[in-house]
């Protein structure tokens, strides 16, 4: 059995102009179980892939911004909050549904950018790391005596 080379391949499309994804469940949504795999049917994001170059590069910019702003290396959870929110709120995120909230822009910023919301952030640049991936296949091979 041999890999498909071309399924090894970037949907590059997707990855700039963004898609649906789906996180069909997450963990530590019941306090209780906090391992559980909680179902979240209905719920999705349309984003731009991580790979998407003007984010690497605004990514890249903002990580050495925090570097320089917290040299000891320790950056507060509002700060980082803040900075990936922005990056997110900028380049990733795209669209929502699913959510008792319709998308809007104005909505976002606040939303990507306040701490409490971890876990939208952690949504969003989860699906935003599946954008664009394609789904390996494999070729049979004839196998010779």
């Known amino acids: 059995m041999t890999i498909k080379?071309?399924?090894?391949a970037a949907d590059l499309v997707k990855e700039r102009e963004g898609d649906w994804i789906e996180p069909k469940e997450w963990p530590g949504?019941?306090?209780?179980?906090?391992?559980?795999q909680i179902p979240l049917p209905g719920l999705a994001f349309l984003t731009?892939?991580?790979?998407?170059?003007?984010?690497?590069?605004?990514?890249?910019?903002?990580?050495e911004k925090l570097r320089?702003?917290?040299?000891?290396?320790?950056?507060p959870?509002?700060?980082q909050a803040k900075a990936e929110g922005k990056l997110a709120m900028e380049h990733l995120l795209l669209g929502w549904r699913g959510l008792?909230?319709?998308?809007?822009?104005?909505i976002?910023?606040?939303?990507?950018?306040?701490?409490e919301h971890r876990v939208v952030r952690n949504m969003v640049r989860w699906c935003a790391g599946l954008v664009g991936k394609r789904k390996v296949e494999f070729e049979e091979t004839a196998s010779g005596n």
């Open 29 to 36: 949504l019941n306090p209780e179980k906090p391992h559980e």
């Open 48 to 63: 731009r892939s991580t790979n998407y170059p003007p984010y690497a590069a605004a990514y890249q910019q903002e990580l």
């Open 108 to 115: 976002v910023g606040s939303v990507l950018m306040a701490e």
């Open 100 to 106: 008792d909230i319709p998308y809007s822009p104005e």
């Open 77 to 79: 959870a509002e700060a």
């Open 68 to 75: 320089q702003a917290f040299p000891s290396g320790t950056i």
């Open 5 to 8: 080379l071309g399924s090894l």
